[in-house]
Nanobody
Framework: QVQLVESGGGSVQTGASLRLSCSASGTVSGSNMGWFRQAPGKEREFVVAISWAVGVTNYTDSVKGRFTIARDRSKTTLYLQMNSLKPEDTAVYYC??????????????WGRGTQVTVSS
């Protein structure tokens, strides 16, 4: 069983930066991990993922060049550095783990989410 706890969300203005963290308990070695987000009134969407063992990444086009995913294997923690934030990045961000089908999912484990609000 894997438990995921996100932190680091908040309210910022356009152009600001935030770093989200996801602390994982349980066995994630060899698993994929990543971030999804859900904006108000929209479907949940894939943002970025990383293969825990090798570090291969996959980003959705809208965040390329602005967001960076990283993992600390010693701390079993996943990070999402978000720079140049835009109002359209406003969403609840979910940490995910364990995808058998590839980096874009589907994922077995989900955190409860952390809110990111970007105002213009």
């Amino acid at each position: 069983q894997v438990q995921l706890v996100e932190s680091g969300g908040g309210s910022v203005q356009t152009g600001a930066s935030l770093r989200l963290s996801c602390s994982a308990s349980g066995t994630v070695s060899g698993s994929n991990m990543g971030w999804f987000r859900q904006a108000p009134g929209k479907e949940r969407e894939f943002v970025v993922a990383i293969s825990w063992a090798v570090g291969v990444t996959n980003y959705t086009d809208s965040v390329k060049g602005r967001f960076t995913i990283a993992r600390d294997r010693s701390k079993t923690t996943l990070y999402l550095q978000m720079n140049s934030l835009k109002p359209e990045d406003t969403a609840v961000y979910y940490c995910v783990a364990d995808s058998a089908s590839g980096l874009r999912g589907p994922y077995r484990y989900w955190g409860r989410g952390t809110q990111v609000t970007v105002s213009s």
